[in-house]
């Protein structure tokens, strides 16, 4: 089981970080993908990180902003969310899958956290 959290209200240009925490699995068996999706949208690719934790890769619209890591000794992968826009706002979701490549499509992945609120405000 996935449980992402950590969303919240912020402000446009300001950070937020999100959490995926695994329960009853090794987090470190599964690469990490993020996801959001926003209301009337389809579900976009955020960005991911290999199990292994050497390779990342992030959609084009957060790259340069956002970062994740993840902490395998505390079963957690993380997404760090910087300069905030308008349009990051969404719900977000954690997803794991066995391979060790990062992928962008969401039907590789076999997991799924429940989504965390993201609302970015001007």
């Known amino acids: 089981q996935l449980q992402a959290s950590g969303g919240g209200l912020v402000q446009a240009g300001g950070s937020l970080r999100l959490s995926c925490a695994a329960s009853g699995r090794t987090l470190s068996s599964y690469t990490v993908g993020w996801f959001r999706q926003a209301p009337g949208k389809e579900r976009e690719f955020v960005g991911g990180?290999?199990?292994?934790?050497?390779?990342?890769n992030y959609g084009d619209s957060v790259k340069g902003r956002f970062t994740i890591s993840r902490d395998d000794a505390k079963n957690t992968a993380y997404l760090q969310m910087n300069s905030l826009k308008l349009e990051d706002t969404g719900v977000y979701y954690c997803?794991?899958?066995?391979?060790?490549?990062?992928?962008?499509?969401?039907?590789?992945?076999?997991?799924w956290g429940q989504g965390t609120q993201v609302t970015v405000s001007s």
């Open positions: 997803a794991a899958q066995r391979s060790l490549l990062v992928v962008s499509s969401p039907n590789v992945y076999d997991y």
């Open positions: 990180i290999n199990r292994r934790g050497d390779a990342t």
